[in-house]
């Protein structure tokens, strides 16, 4: 049964991950505009990230 | 030669927002400067790209990012200097129409916190149940002695602080209900989650074979589930309500004492300010015509169709519009006297009068919570007197009866449905704001229209067509090309949809308060009341009308009317067809309100009616036990808004009929009323069945629990399918109503009386 000494705290480490990332997706907006990332991955040419530099 | 259609409607409250934008913007702590529009009008997904890159393309921009779910914007720049006005600029330029908005007083920031909130506790209670099953999974595979101690150890490890945390709604609202005296669902809720926790950690210390942490987590993350919709539902009506008003949030121009003008925000508005008001523009706020003569349109006020001459010392309200000439406007203080604060005082009167709803869901839960505790009473007692007083085998029975009658599937019966429902409903143009409609929409049994802008379409129509000749719908044009009087859009839209060319008449002069004088070669045209143009008065038909006078030629009469929205006979037909009573409660005048009546085919009609009396006849059939769906858009029509059993108001509507309405609906046909009462009854049904397939199913299980053969295995099995079943059949709802009907349906007005044929099917 030493086994489980291995199982359970990977398991829980496994779904704890899962659930930080969500919470990390949720605080990083990603949830705030569904319908306008549904429709982004239309956008067809890539824009790069604009960020000027700083004046 | 100018042409009608370049005249910009009048009516239309979304002018460009001239203000400045630099109140609204906000300083990140970096400090870098951030703005957030509201564009109602980005409805296409391309749009996205198009306003982001123009404005990322502006010099100083540093990031412009859209949310299309909230039809927001937000820019961000980092100098100083940069003037936020060239966004509003920009967005104007591509064909949008954008406010600047301050997510600090809309309550939508409120909205989506409390969203994330709820979200938050539903991801934590997912991830606990899904682990704490996994452990419970193996106890009841057969785990034995140290390791099933084990198993428990590490649920409950993981069951108290998400009850801790996932559970506060719950609580919160139950310590709020008991502290007044009152049960609802939240109290037997709290109960069985705690008190299984708590006998489960008891368990877990004595080296116990059986522990509730599954169930009670497991029941916590459905029911956050049902709260998570019915939050989501509520969210997206406000922020779409939000977005239309922002539309009317209007500016003013002011001039100051040395006379110079400047554009500032109605909300900065104040009393003894004097306000220029453009023709064609709307008053910001209540005041007297200090100069100027014009005539203005106070339909959105009164209910009444015709426009009125407005001259010095004239009285004039927020909401009228400003037609024919320009109006300088001393602001009166907003106090007790003004008519928008008499509105608000009855409707405040009458939302106070109103007895509270009591929805379907609470009316279950008055007698659905004590009855558990109850059983859960009779269950303790009942063992104890069976086993000798053996209190461990009697709490554990009574907690398994607590957790089996556990409202689970109940608390997703009804807002797994709705939120269905008002998803369908929102993508066809209605905002449903609040669920409690659904429920109230669906037991409506008399429909009270608002004549102007509800059953009409609130802009005068062209009406002695066929009596007319060409040439003189032609010249009549001619004159009325530039005026944005209504009576003159409407001969220039008749004259339009005739494809009758405008003749070209020289020096067109608009006389405000009486109309339009031209020269044709070296004839003079005149084209306007009957006063002006020295025509004798005959009887009064009650329609506004213009008159046409060509030199010593005989005049024209143009007669004009508030033409009907096109589908609101075979609304109205329909309705009373299922059964309704029908009527209309105008302020406007008896002959036009008459001959909508008869139009429509309704007996029953008041012309004449102050907000007051709507308000009292309202009251009176309530009183009555009539249960009054009031459909209505003017400010004079607020109060009775309030006091009805439910309401609606078209986009249209005033701010404040907005405001006070409980559903809106979107475009020019009155069809909306029938397909969100159809929608609802459809809704209603469905939770009903929802409720029955709930309390069925408790009803099964509570007599084994009360014999004790329930273990945490089968309470799992019992809450898990039963939740499952209520949420298929809630789905059913887009199954009864296919979109592409619905679509389809909505879409051809002309396809009517044909209405509720998706309802039939669905039934």
């Known amino acids: 049964m030493t086994i489980l000494l291995i199982l359970i705290p990977a398991a829980l480490v496994l779904g ?11 605080r990083n907006g990603q949830f705030d505009d569904l319908d306008g990332a549904a429709n982004r991955i239309l956008v067809d040419e890539d824009r790069p990230k604009i960020v000027k530099p700083r004046e | 030669m100018v042409t009608c259609c370049a005249i910009g409607p009048a009516l239309d409250a979304g002018s460009v927002f001239a203000g400045d934008m630099m109140p609204w913007v906000t300083q990140r702590p970096d400090g870098s400067f951030e703005l957030e529009m509201m564009i109602p009008g980005m409805t296409s997904p391309q749009t996205i790209s198009t306003v982001e890159e123009a404005l990322e393309g502006l010099p100083g921009v540093q990031f412009a990012r859209v949310n299309f779910t909230g039809k927001r914007l937000v820019a961000g720049w980092q100098d100083a200097a940069f003037n936020p006005n060239i966004i509003a600029e920009k967005l104007n330029e591509l064909g949008f129409i954008s406010r600047p908005f301050d997510p600090r007083d809309s309550g939508l920031k409120a909205d989506d916190e409390q969203s994330r909130t709820l979200l938050r506790a539903v991801a934590v209670s997912g991830f606990a149940a899904a682990n704490i099953m996994l452990l419970s999974v193996s106890v009841w595979s057969g785990a034995e002695g140290s390791t099933r101690d084990l198993f428990h150890w590490i649920s409950a490890g993981i069951a108290l602080p998400t009850i801790a945390y996932a559970g506060r709604p719950f609580f919160r609202s139950a310590v709020r209900a008991l502290s007044s005296g009152q049960f609802n669902m939240d109290v037997p809720i709290s109960l069985a989650v705690c008190l299984a926790a708590l006998m489960s950690l008891y ?40 977005q239309l008003l922002s539309l009317s949030a209007s500016s003013a121009m002011v001039v100051d004492d040395g006379g110079s003008t ?23 706020a209540d005041g007297i015509v200090l100069s100027g003569m014009s005539e203005v349109d106070r339909s959105l006020i009164s209910g009444e169709s015709n426009p009125e001459p407005a001259r010095v010392g004239t009285a004039v309200h927020a909401g009228m519009v400003n037609l024919t000439g320009p109006l300088t406007v001393r602001l009166t203080a907003a106090g007790q006297d003004t008519f928008l604060a008499e509105v608000i005082r009855l409707m405040v009167s009458a939302e106070q009068s109103q007895s509270r709803f009591v929805r379907i869901a609470d009316r279950l839960a008055r007698v659905y919570s004590p009855a558990v505790h109850i059983l859960a009473g009779t269950t303790l007692a009942g063992w104890l007197l069976w086993t000798g007083g053996n209190w461990h085998v009697s ?20 807002p797994a449905v709705q939120t269905v429902a008002s998803g369908l409903l929102f993508r066809k143009g209605v905002m449903i704001k609040d669920g409690a409609v659904f429920e109230k929409l669906s037991g409506v049994d008399t429909v009270v229209f608002d004549k102007t802008g509800t059953l009409t379409k609130g802009s005068l129509q062209l009406a002695n067509l066929p009596g007319l000749s060409l040439r003189d719908l032609a010249l009549a044009a001619g004159l009325a090309a530039t005026s944005r009087h209504p009576l003159s859009r409407a001969i220039c839209e008749a004259a339009k949809s005739l494809g009758v060319r405008p003749v070209t008449i020289d020096n067109v002069e608009e006389l405000p308060g009486r109309g339009l004088r031209g020269m044709l070669g070296r004839k003079t045209v005149k084209l306007g009341s009957r006063l002006w143009c020295e025509v004798p008065e005959s009887t009064d038909r009650g329609l506004p009308e213009f008159i046409l006078i060509r030199g010593q030629a005989k005049p024209v009469f143009f007669t004009f009317e508030d033409e009907l929205r096109d589908d609101a006979a075979a609304v109205i037909a329909t309705l009373k067809a299922q059964g309704l009573k029908v009527e209309i409660l105008s302020g406007d005048r008896d002959v036009a309100v008459r001959r909508t009546a008869l139009r429509l085919g309704i007996e029953h009609w008041q012309a004449g009616v102050t907000p007051q009396q709507k308000l009292a006849y309202i009251q009176s059939l309530r009183d009555a036990g009539r249960k009054v769906l009031v459909v209505g858009d003017g400010l004079n029509d607020a109060p009775a808004l309030a006091a009805g059993f439910t309401s609606m108001a078209p986009s249209s509507a ?32 469905i939770s009903i069945e929802n409720f029955v397939l709930a309390v069925g199913y408790n009803a099964l299980a509570v007599p084994l629990a009360m014999m004790g053969f329930v273990t945490p295995l089968i309470a799992a099995i019992a809450m898990s399918t039963s939740s499952i079943i209520v949420i298929a059949n809630s789905l ?32």
């Open chain 1, 16 to 26: 704890a991950l899962g659930l930080a990332a969500f919470m990390w997706s949720l």
């Open chain 2, 654 to 685: 005033s701010d404040i009929g907005r405001t006070v309405a409980d559903t809106i609906f979107m475009g020019e046909s009155l069809e909306p009323v029938l397909v969100a009462r159809d929608v609802a009854r459809v809704t209603q049904r």
């Open chain 2, 732 to 763: 059913r709802l887009t199954i009864s109503i296919p979109r592409h009907k619905l679509t389809a349906h909505m879409a051809s007005e002309k396809s009517l009386p044909a209405i509720p044929h998706f309802v039939r099917r669905a039934a």
């Open chain 2, 395 to 414: 709490l554990m029975t009574a907690i398994a009866v607590l957790i089996i009658t556990c409202p689970c599937a109940l608390g997703l019966a009804v």
């Open chain 2, 203 to 242: 368990e877990t210390f004595n080296h116990g074979e059986v522990a509730y942490f599954d169930a009670s987590v497991t029941l916590l993350f459905f029911l956050l589930t049902g709260r998570y919709l019915d939050h989501l539902m509520r969210a997206r009506a406000r922020s779409a309500v939000s």
């Open chain 2, 262 to 284: 400047r554009i500032i925000a109605a909300t900065a508005l104040k009393p003894e300010m004097k306000m220029l008001v453009a023709a064609g523009e709307r008053f910001a």
